[in-house]
């Protein structure tokens, strides 16, 4: 249930969004980086990304952070237009739309170089017995992320959640889960900014399990949402075809 303080500023920012001419589309996230965050420089390029294509289209946009799982909440509720970034998963449609898709990154598994794990095979070619093989390890994973759909559905697997992929590192580093599911250039940045001394211990599992594209999912309870997913898909085909996506993205360093 979301808490009244919550609603009640959600309701004013929305209020106050929707007094322009233009349309405003309210959205949930988190902070992400290098993908996207309060402080970072722009707030990252999967923000500037969605804030040009909906500008493109004649709309504003607000973005609203959260921890993710509130994040999802209050977009699964209706309480904002919107969710961003997310993975396709086909379960989220019962609640959700997919916008077009924007690049992302390479997904797998972290884990500490002192220990000799390996994949059997090459994931990419049998996912499902290289998780197998994996099972008598402890994986962290992030409350509410989606990761892949194998990995998710693979019950016979371990997995211990957590508040967000910060809390996975220090618990990877502390050794009390083996593995954890995270975003490469998530974890990269995370080590590189907060935990550079990590970098002696932990290393990025090859090869990555896929390489990820991200979408808006508009909430199906959400005023319009049909509407506003247009205006989106509008707008992201304009920046991708004249090059401003890819300026964008090498502005960031991606």
């Known amino acids: ?7 009640i500023t959600l309701f004013l920012w929305i209020s106050f969004s929707h007094a322009s001419d233009r349309p405003t589309i309210v959205l949930s996230s988190l902070n992400w980086a290098p993908y996207i965050g309060q402080d970072m420089p722009e707030k990252g390029y999967v923000y500037e ?7 493109r289209s004649g709309a504003n946009v607000d973005v609203l952070f959260f921890p993710w799982a509130r994040a999802l909440h209050v977009a699964r509720h209706g ?15 019962t609640e959700f739309v997919f916008s077009d898709p924007f690049p992302g990154g390479p997904v797998g598994f972290y884990k500490r170089r002192d220990r000799d ?3 059997s095979i090459d994931p990419r070619t049998n996912l499902t017995k290289a998780l197998r093989d994996l099972k008598e390890y402890r994986f962290g994973v992030v409350r509410g ?9 693979a019950d016979y697997l371990k997995k211990e959640e957590s508040i967000s992929d910060n809390v996975n590192l220090k618990r990877l580093y502390k050794d009390r889960v083996q593995l954890i599911f995270i975003d490469k250039y998530v974890a990269q940045y995370i080590i590189a900014t907060r ?14 399990l896929e390489v990820k594209e991200l979408y808006i999912v508009f909430s199906k309870k959400a005023e319009d949402y ?11 085909k304009i920046i991708k075809d004249d090059g401003t996506m890819e300026e964008l993205m090498s502005k960031h360093g991606f």
């Open 1 to 7: 249930m979301i808490k009244p303080l919550l609603l």
């Open 195 to 208: 935990y550079p001394w990590y970098s002696l211990e932990l290393e990025f599992m090859s090869p990555a």
């Open 79 to 93: 309480h904002v237009d919107g969710l961003f970034p997310e993975y396709y998963d086909k379960a989220r449609e």
């Open 117 to 119: 794990i390996k994949f």
């Open 226 to 236: 049909q509407k506003k997913l247009a205006l989106f898909n509008e707008g992201l």
């Open 49 to 55: 990304i969605v804030k040009e294509a909906f500008a």
């Open 145 to 153: 992320y989606i990761n892949t759909k194998e990995f998710d559905d």
